[in-house]
C-alpha cells in the first residue's frame, strides 16, 4: 500500500508539472528538472509548476503527518490540529497582519507561524489538570478556535476591498505564488521535526492504550506528549505559514491512512503520504477538473465537511478510535 501510495504521487506530480494552459511533454519536465534549459518550459515549468508541486508533496506530508499525530496521541480523530484552534489562530494572526497592520510575504508568515504555537501552548495549558486530558484538550481547542473564528470575522469587517481579497486568498489555502525560499524553509522544518516524531512514534502507539497502561510500560507520558506537540505543531505551523490552513487536511489523512492499512500499524508514514496525495489532487482538479479555477483549499474544504459529520456519528458508536 506504501508502495502504491509513492507510485500515485510519483504520477500525479508528473501531471501537475505537464498539464497547464500548455502542455509539455515529459522529456522537456525531466530536462527542466535537470537543470537544463528549455524555451517556455524552463519558467513556465521551472519557476510555477515546480516550485508550486513541491510545496503540494511537503505541505501535504506536513499536515497528514502533524494531524495523525494529534489523533493518535488523544486517541480521537477529531484532535486534529484544524479541529482544535491551531490552524484557526495562525489564519486569525494572518489575516490581522494583512489587514491590520498591512504586512505581506514573510512577515505575514511570521505571524502565522508565532500564533499558531501560541494557540497550541494556550491550549494544552487550559487543558492541563494533573496531565492532559484527551476529550477535555478537544473541549478546550474548539473554544479557541471558535473565539479565534470570531476573531478573524470581525478582522475581515474592517479590510479594504484590496486587503480583503488577498486575506480570503489566504485564508481559503492556496498554492498560489509560491516561491523557492519558502519550498526550502518548509522543507529545513521537516528535517529538524519528522525525526523527532519518529523517535516517538513507539512511545505515541503505546498511549493509545491510555495513559496509565503506556506509563506501567516504561513510557513518560507527559514527556512524550510535550515532544510530539511541539513537533507536529511546528509542521503545520510551517505549512500553514506558505499555503495558508488547508482545510480538513490534517484531519482527512490520518483515518483514510488508517483504512489503507489497517490497524496495529504505525500510521505516519502513511498519513504523510495521503496527505501529500490528496493535495496533489486537490490542486490538480481545482485548477482544471471543476470548469472554473478553485483554491486547494475549496475542494479540501468541500471533501472534508461530510467526513466530519460521518467520523462524528462513527465516533458515537465506536469510542472515538480512528
Known sequence: MLAILVVLIVVMVALSLMVGRTFYPPMDVLKVILGQEVQGA???VGRLRLPRTTMAVLAGACFGLGGVTFQTMLRNPLASPDIIGISTGASTAAAFAIITLGLSGTSVSV???VAGLGV???VYLLAWKDGVSGIRLILIGIGIAAMMQSATSYVLSTAGQWDYEEAL???TGSLNGVRWPEVVTVLVIMVILVPLVGMTAKDLNMLQLGDETASALGVR???TRLLVVIAAVGLIAFATSVTGPIAFLAFLAGPIAVRLVGPGSSLLLPSALVGALLVLVADFAGQYALGTRFPVGVV???LGAPYLLYLIVRSNRTGGAL
Open 42 to 44: 524552463s519558467f513556465t
Open 300 to 302: 479540501t474544504g468541500v
Open 111 to 113: 505571524f502565522a507561524i
Open 120 to 122: 497550541a501552548l494556550l
Open 221 to 223: 507520558v507527559d514527556r
Open 169 to 171: 486568498r489566504w485564508l
